[in-house]
């Protein structure tokens, strides 16, 4: 069975830092291109960043740009987002998902919860 | 502000009816960039459609995506009390539609 939990969010003070982990299992993780999405309160689905096998290929929203840092640890199955200078609009849930089939993420985590508030 | 458009906004219609979801990217793009999600709320959202029309595994066939260029449709048939949800058209695997709520 496929899984991808998240890991790492918790509140934050507008300009601080966080990183949030995804662990994978039950799939060939090194294979996968790899997503981070979120959603804040009230708001739709949002696209954060994607991050291709082996780290050549990374895009990022624009709201993120220059902020955060998507990337991944093959050997050990995990995702990573590294987000500084964070800010109220940030608060949201982050998921992980994974991309099986072409243009579409098919393998999501329940994503974990980041609060930026002071 | 997003590159795809989706209306309605909100849709309520009764059981066994069926839905007609719009999604409207603002260029011509390529149909095998096109994705329908699933989302309610404290659940992962779900992908449906990929390649505009390709149903992923596990989608019912009461779930049909079809279109091209700037204008795609994701039509859900007979419709469920359980399809209330939150339904996303995606581009590119980035960029996602503000969504219709779908209320059965």
């Known amino acids: 069975e496929v899984q991808l939990v998240e890991s790492g969010g918790g509140l934050v003070q507008p300009g601080g830092s966080l990183r949030l982990s995804c662990a994978a299992s039950g799939l060939r993780f090194g294979s996968y291109w790899m997503n981070w999405v979120r959603q804040a309160p009230g708001k739709g689905l949002e696209w954060v960043a994607k991050i291709n096998q082996d780290e050549s290929e990374i895009y990022y929203a624009d709201s993120v740009r220059g902020r955060f840092t998507i990337s991944r640890d093959n050997a050990k199955k995990s995702l990573f987002l590294q987000m500084s200078s964070l800010r109220a609009e940030d608060t949201a849930v982050y998921y992980c998902?994974?991309?099986?089939?072409?243009?579409?993420?098919?393998?999501w985590g329940l994503g974990t919860v980041v609060t930026v508030s002071s | 502000e997003s590159l795809l458009t989706q209306s309605p906004g909100t849709l309520s219609l009764s059981p066994g009816e069926r839905a007609t979801l719009s999604c409207r990217p603002r260029q011509t793009i390529s149909s095998t960039t096109i994705a329908w999600y699933q989302h309610k709320a404290g659940q992962a959202p779900r992908l449906l459609i990929y390649g505009a029309s390709t149903r992923a595994t596990g989608t019912p066939d009461r779930f049909s995506g079809s279109g091209s260029g700037t204008d795609f449709t994701l039509t859900i048939s007979r419709l469920e009390p359980e399809d209330s949800a939150v339904y996303y058209c995606q581009q590119n695997d980035a960029s996602f539609g503000p969504g219709t709520k779908l209320e059965i």
């Open positions: 998902a994974g991309s099986g089939v072409p243009y579409g993420s098919d393998m």
